[in-house]
């Protein structure tokens, strides 16, 4: 697992760091986009009234509503996805092209290599989305502002489930196809693909940036817990085809 | 012992190995001889599960230290990193060991994998596989991209390694090579074993036969003289003017398959 870990180090580092800018420039502009919006409520522009509505600038006003929707409903939620896509991609795909992965399987058995590449791919993500979504929490901390914190775990439910979801999404991408190209575009294509589908009412359960934004909490301050157990069902199925995949992948 | 038995992989309709039996012994070093295209690479492969055979039985146990045809290794690592890495994947993998081949071969254990070169690769490759205690030890191509002072060394530890009983099934192209190591031979065309033997016994079942010029024999046209042909043919008792046949011409017979 220590190679595994090796491997992930730079990409990690860089998500993460990409993610601790993302949010520095968001949490000090408060007092900017609370006034942005207030300009634009004097200016009773239409579209703000039709899409935003009244009163929000008032709501962005407190901190805690601020870090929630700005940092967990927007920023940092918006790339949950593409954090579990970018770490999982490489996994298996980045041996197969290399050719290397002949010398992880004549020293350990399918089932190790598997479990071994998994296991710390799951450790990275969840380190990752876990540090970030304290942030909002150590932040308010050093900065002296008063945040509840709450909803933290609810939001924080959300983006794990979601970032499970999508890196077991990759990860079979990363089995089944022999170049790292392939992985990404099939698993982009896959967020695409289900986020426009996901617009009709009929097959919005598709759409899962619904979930991992968390509207159900800003709107019933409540996690969808069946969403969170289908999006945990669908993981471990698509955990277990990947590994049927290794299994019985030619190398 | 290692024993292989009705062993087949097919890609689609393309046959790869076709109905493959032989046995390594204990102690044994045996090679798999072909022309490219001829099933030894994917033989190996289905030994070690890294392919799926479609029927056939392999039965070995123990460890096996492989050193693949294509020796690919990370390129972002350096050589030391990749040892210790090895060493915490391979049962059996003695670090010091590996280390001190590596400085033998003259390889900077600082020096990153995607600066060295081919012949490089395969020494570091040979230097994990021979620091590997293990039970079968499978070479495929050991001498791959190596200039001739470098093959020389990677061949002297192949063969300490058959000295010291470790048991050894391994491919080459180069015959002058198997001619010194193996103690057994199995030349293969197109998936299926064509001749099987000990080293020694199957040279010596081809003779080379000296005919009148142009009298045609059923055997394999070697070389032509002013005077006469010379053909390999199939040794048999009733034939007394004949003269041994160099391996790399059975081989050659034996793959063009126009021997009697």
């Known amino acids: 697992m220590k190679k595994?870990?090796?491997?992930?180090?730079?990409r990690a580092l860089v998500l993460f760091f990409i993610m601790l800018t993302l949010f520095l420039l968001i949490a000090p502009l408060q007092n900017y986009a609370v006034e942005s919006l207030k300009n634009l409520e004097r200016s009773s522009n239409q579209l703000y009234e039709k899409y935003i509505g009244p009163g929000?600038?008032?709501?962005?006003?407190?901190?805690?509503?601020?870090?929630?929707?700005?940092?967990?409903?927007?920023?940092?939620?918006?790339?949950?996805?593409?954090?579990?896509?970018?770490?999982?991609?490489?996994?298996?795909?980045?041996?197969?092209?290399?050719g290397t992965m002949e010398f992880l399987l004549a020293r350990r058995s399918r089932f190790r290599v598997f479990m071994s590449k998994t296991a710390s791919g799951f450790i990275v993500l969840f380190s990752s989305l876990l540090l970030l979504s304290m942030l909002p929490t150590l932040y308010s901390f050093i900065a002296g502002k008063d945040f509840i914190g709450d909803g933290v775990p609810m939001f924080t439910t959300s983006v794990l489930a979601g970032g499970t979801l999508w890196f077991s999404v990759t990860l079979f991408f990363s089995v089944l196809f022999n170049d790292q190209v392939k992985p990404i575009l099939a698993s982009i294509g896959t967020l695409a693909l289900t986020t426009v589908l996901g617009l009709l009412?009929?097959?919005?359960?598709?759409?899962?940036?619904?979930?991992?934004?968390?509207?159900?909490?800003?709107?019933?301050?409540?996690?969808?817990?069946?969403?969170?157990?289908?999006?945990?069902?669908?993981?471990?199925?698509l955990l277990f085809s990947g590994y049927f995949a290794f299994k019985n992948k030619e190398i | 012992m290692l024993r292989v038995k009705n062993l087949k992989k097919s890609y689609g309709h393309n046959i790869a190995v076709d109905n493959l039996s032989f046995e390594v012994k204990d102690g044994e070093v045996f090679a798999l001889l072909g022309p490219n295209g001829a099933g030894k690479t994917t033989t190996l492969k289905c030994i070690l599960g890294l392919r799926k055979k479609n029927a056939g039985i392999v039965n070995f146990d123990g460890p096996i230290a492989?050193?693949?045809?294509?020796?690919?290794?990370?390129?972002?690592?350096?050589?030391?990193?990749?040892?210790?890495?090895?060493?915490?994947?391979?049962?059996?993998?003695n670090v010091e060991k590996a280390i001190s081949l590596v400085k033998e071969f003259d390889i900077d254990l600082r020096e990153k994998i995607s600066n060295l070169s081919r012949g490089?690769?395969?020494?570091?490759?040979?230097?994990?596989?021979?620091?590997?205690?293990?039970?079968?030890?499978?070479?495929?191509?050991?001498?791959?991209?190596?200039?001739?002072?470098?093959?020389?060394?990677?061949?002297?530890?192949?063969?300490d390694l058959a000295q010291s009983g470790k048991t050894?099934?391994?491919?080459?192209?180069?015959?002058?090579?198997?001619?010194?190591?193996?103690?057994?031979i199995a030349i293969m065309k197109k998936g299926k074993i064509l001749e099987m033997g000990q080293k020694d016994e199957l040279i010596n079942s081809y003779m080379a036969v000296k005919v009148e010029k142009g009298k045609k024999i059923k055997g394999y046209l070697w070389k032509s003289t002013e005077t006469e042909d010379i053909y390999i043919v199939k040794r048999k008792e009733e034939l007394r003017d004949y003269e041994p046949a160099p391996f790399g011409v059975v081989f050659e017979a034996v793959i063009k398959g126009d021997v009697q």
């Not at chain 1, 929000?56 to 929707?69: G, V």
Request: glycine residues 4%.
């Open chain 2, 168 to 184: 050894i099934l391994y491919t080459s192209h180069i015959l002058s090579e198997v001619e010194k190591l193996a103690d057994s």
């Open chain 2, 120 to 159: 490089m690769l395969t020494l570091l490759y040979l230097a994990l596989v021979f620091s590997q205690e293990a039970n079968l030890y499978i070479m495929d191509e050991p001498t791959w991209g190596l200039d001739p002072i470098m093959r020389s060394q990677a061949l002297k530890l192949i063969k």
């Open chain 1, 56 to 98: 929000y600038s008032q709501m962005l006003a407190n901190w805690s509503f601020y870090m929630y929707s700005q940092w967990f409903g927007k920023n940092f939620g918006q790339l949950v996805p593409i954090i579990a896509i970018v770490l999982a991609f490489p996994l298996f795909s980045r041996e197969t092209e290399n």
């Open chain 1, 201 to 237: 009412k009929s097959l919005s359960f598709l759409n899962t940036y619904h979930y991992i934004l968390g509207i159900d909490i800003f709107n019933y301050g409540e996690v969808d817990i069946p969403y969170t157990l289908a999006l945990i069902v669908i993981s471990i199925i």
């Open chain 2, 66 to 93: 492989y050193l693949p045809e294509e020796k690919n290794l990370y390129p972002s690592y350096k050589v030391e990193k990749l040892i210790t890495f090895a060493g915490e994947l391979t049962e059996g993998l």
């Open chain 1, 4 to 10: 595994e870990f090796y491997d992930m180090r730079f």
